[in-house]
């Protein structure tokens, strides 16, 4: 499946979730959706979706928060998997993205790929909610029935790798962090879907 599927599938089942991207997500999601509950973290810090989603999943626990992490910072940090499991935020959703590159960085492979079982770490790190997607169809089959249950939910999407630029901003990311925090203080969706 390509990013491509994974994102507009994406785009069309996502209502007032917080969105937190990083690395090639951040890079075009965007080009999706670019609103106040859309964190497209870049410069990405590779490792850190899941801990910033857990932040504010906890923070926020009304409002359903969405992490699409790549495999290469899922490797990074694969430390937060048991920590969300211990925590067991209803409201978190982790989308682990694995093309088995790192993508942004030029396309090296990753240690372990076509190898390391996503799915399994994350069942071992004590996720109960455990998926994995290989087609656009079943993605957008699957999709809104994963949305509805309780989290953590730990979904693992297979992609084909494209390499390509590191994320570029939109917007200096302190006034990203403002419009996340206003919308979130003021409780309204606020999302400008593109």
């Known amino acids: 499946?390509?990013?491509?599927?994974?994102?507009?599938?994406?785009?069309?089942?996502?209502?007032?979730?917080?969105?937190?991207?990083?690395?090639?997500?951040?890079?075009e999601w965007p080009n999706y959706s670019d609103g106040p509950l859309d964190l497209n973290y870049a410069p990405s810090s590779m490792g850190q979706g899941p801990a910033l989603g857990l932040g504010i999943a906890l923070a926020r626990?009304?409002?359903?928060v969405i992490v699409l992490n790549g495999d290469g910072c899922t490797?990074?940090?694969l430390g937060v998997l048991v920590t969300i499991a211990g925590l067991r935020p209803v409201n978190l959703v982790l989308f682990n993205l694995e093309n088995?590159?790192?993508?942004?960085?030029g396309g090296q492979k990753l240690a372990g790929s076509g190898r390391v079982g996503f799915t399994g770490v994350a069942r071992s790190a004590g996720w109960e909610r455990v998926y994995e997607i290989k087609e656009a169809e079943e993605l957008r089959r699957e999709l809104p029935g994963i949305l509805?249950?309780?989290?953590?939910?730990?979904?693992?999407?297979?992609?084909?790798?494209?390499?390509?630029?590191?994320?570029?901003?939109?917007?200096p990311m302190p006034e990203t962090l403002r419009m996340l925090s206003e919308a979130l203080a003021a409780g309204s969706a606020g999302r400008q879907a593109r």
């Open 75 to 77: 490797l990074m940090n």
């Open 100 to 105: 088995g590159v790192y993508e942004v960085t």
């Open 1 to 27: 499946m390509e990013l491509a599927d994974f994102l507009s599938a994406l785009k069309e089942v996502r209502k007032d979730q917080v969105v937190v991207t990083t690395m090639a997500s951040a890079r």
């Open 148 to 171: 509805r249950g309780n989290g953590p939910v730990f979904i693992n999407v297979k992609l084909v790798a494209r390499p390509g630029p590191s994320p570029k901003p939109r917007r």
């Open 61 to 64: 626990p009304e409002r359903q």
